[in-house]
Every structure is written in C-alpha cells, then in structure tokens.
C-alpha cells in the first residue's frame, strides 16, 4: 500500500541555521503530498502541500517541492527560528483523495 | 468562523469499557475524518463521514464506530476497550470528502488502564 517515510530525530539545530527534513514516499496513482505540524500539546496545522509533480509548496518561509522521479517531498527552510520547534509530519492523500497517509513524524528542536 | 472541536480534552478509562469521543467540524465543512495518533507515530486513518454516512474506513477492527450528525457534527465510538487504544483522537473537517483543504481539531487524549 501507500507510505511514507520521514527521517527519523529529533533534529537539533541552532536559530538560523538551515533545515531539511527528508520525505520520500510510495504510492500508486498521482497523490498530494502535504507537511503537516504539531506544536506541543495541539493538533496538527497544514504548513503547505503540492499537488502534482514539480510542484513547489511553500508557507512561512518552509519549501518543499513534489519530485516524482527521486517520490520526494523534503522540507526546507532557510533560516529556522526557536518558534519552529514542533514535530514535522510529512503525508500524502490517499483512496481516492478520501484520507492521508502519514509518516512517523519528525521533532525539530531549535535552540538560542 | 469557528474551527474544529473536540471534547473531551482528556478522558481516562480502564479496560473493557466503552467511550465516546465528539468532534464539532469547522462552520460550512460536511465531511469529518478521523484518526488515531499513538505516542511517538504518526496520525492513522479510522474512517471518513460524508453527508452522515461512512465515506471509507481504515485498518481498525468493528468496535471502532462512529456517527455523524444533520449540523455535521461527528462522535466516535470505541467499545470494549483495549491499552493499545491509548492515543490522541484526532477529528479532522472538509468540504466533500477531500483532504486537500482538511482542518484538524486539537484531538481527545484517551489513556486506558
């Protein structure tokens, strides 16, 4: 079936600094793929999705784009702040668009 | 215009009993989906309602059952309940059952003993 697979953390890095977190998925078909976030004890937000093969996501200064023949979608963002620290969920819509398909998570921690 | 509710915030229940989560979707969406979040996972799809009827269902056995109502409001049910049930619920609203403009409440922490 359909997955999704996310680097693993938590993913430490200073304010500033660059992020990627790595995505790659498998799926049948043309799905969306989306980055969700989770900040602590909340639900999740959408932070950007693509639709369709080279397509660029992009919200808050996060990037990722919909690469279909590496099936990647990692985020970027090019100078992180304390207030990125939350857990990334990198997803793609699935069964006729009905329901996404999540991978594992990844904690970012951002330090001062 | 409101987002998406859920109640309870947090619920404590022991083994073999019953719960009933609830879900109010975001002002104009007819579609409610829901999930289960484990500790350390990512969210798990458990079914779809669309209009108040089932719209699709994930890998979750039969005592996972759910509701929707005419203002759209959702509930899910869990019947005989088992430790590995211990998740973060979480309800998520569109429009016409697709995902690609879907919103998520703040979920129901269910902790089973």
């Known amino acids: 079936g359909n997955s999704v697979t996310q680097m693993e953390g938590p993913v430490t890095l200073s304010e500033e600094a660059f992020l990627t977190i790595n995505c790659t998925y498998t799926?049948?078909?043309?799905?969306?793929l989306f980055w969700y976030v989770q900040y602590p004890g909340e639900g999740l937000q959408l932070l950007l999705k693509?639709?369709?093969?080279?397509d660029k996501g992009s919200n808050k200064g996060f990037e990722a784009t919909y690469r279909k023949e590496t099936t990647s979608f990692h985020l970027e963002k090019g100078s992180v702040q304390v207030s990125d620290s939350a857990v990334y969920f990198c997803?793609?819509?699935?069964?006729?668009?009905?329901?996404?398909?999540f991978g594992t998570g990844t904690r970012l921690l951002v330090s001062p | 215009e409101t987002g998406v509710t859920q109640s309870p915030t947090h619920l404590i229940k022991t083994r073999g009993q019953q719960v009933t989560l609830r879900c109010s979707s975001q002002s104009g969406h007819n579609t409610v989906s829901w999930y289960q979040q484990a500790l350390g996972q990512g969210p798990q799809f458990i079914f779809q309602y669309y209009r108040e009827e089932e719209n699709g269902r994930g890998n979750f056995p039969p005592r996972f059952s759910g509701l929707q109502f005419p203002n759209y409001s959702s509930e899910l049910n869990v019947n005989a309940l088992e430790l590995d049930d211990s998740a973060l619920y979480l309800c998520a609203s569109s429009t016409s059952g697709s995902v690609d403009e879907q919103f998520f409440g703040p979920g129901t922490r269910l902790t089973v003993l």
């Open positions: 997803a793609l819509s699935d069964q006729g668009f009905q329901k996404l398909v």
């Open positions: 799926a049948t078909g043309y799905p969306s």
């Open positions: 693509a639709t369709k093969a080279d």
